[in-house]
């Protein structure tokens, strides 16, 4: 089981994953943690704890387009931390 950062905000971010959620909507969650003071190294590493038991496959690409997102290797337009990913290019 992954460590907890905001138990409420895990779950939906959990079954968003689950669902093969859009990218907004995967955006969206990372958005609350983002607005909850959490940081982009306690998301990362969350995701990381994730993909081992998601072995290749759809569940481990949603979870790397949610680190995408988060690390900022992205558009600008899906990046959620400010600064994440800045020297890599847009």
Same mark, same amino acid.
């Given at each position: 089981? $992954?460590?907890?950062?905001?138990?409420?905000?895990?779950?939906?971010?959990?079954?968003?994953?689950?669902? =093969?959620?859009?990218?907004?909507?995967?955006?969206?969650?990372?958005? =609350?943690?983002?607005?909850?003071?959490?940081?982009?190294?306690?998301?990362?590493?969350?995701?990381?704890?994730? =993909? $081992?038991?998601?072995?290749?496959?759809?569940?481990?690409?949603?979870?790397?387009?949610?680190?995408?997102?988060?690390?900022?290797?992205?558009? $600008?337009?899906? =990046?959620?931390?400010?600064?994440?990913?800045?020297?890599?290019? $847009?």
């Amino acid at each position: 089981m $992954p460590h907890t950062i905001i138990a409420d905000i895990d779950r939906d971010l959990l079954a968003a994953l689950d669902a =093969r959620a859009g990218l907004c909507t995967l955006r969206a969650v990372l958005l =609350r943690y983002k607005a909850s003071g959490v940081t982009a190294a306690q998301v990362a590493a969350l995701l990381q704890e994730l =993909r $081992p038991a998601a072995q290749e496959g759809p569940l481990e690409d949603a979870i790397l387009d949610a680190l995408d997102m988060v690390t900022g290797w992205c558009g $600008p337009e899906l =990046r959620v931390w400010d600064g994440a990913g800045s020297d890599h290019a $847009p």
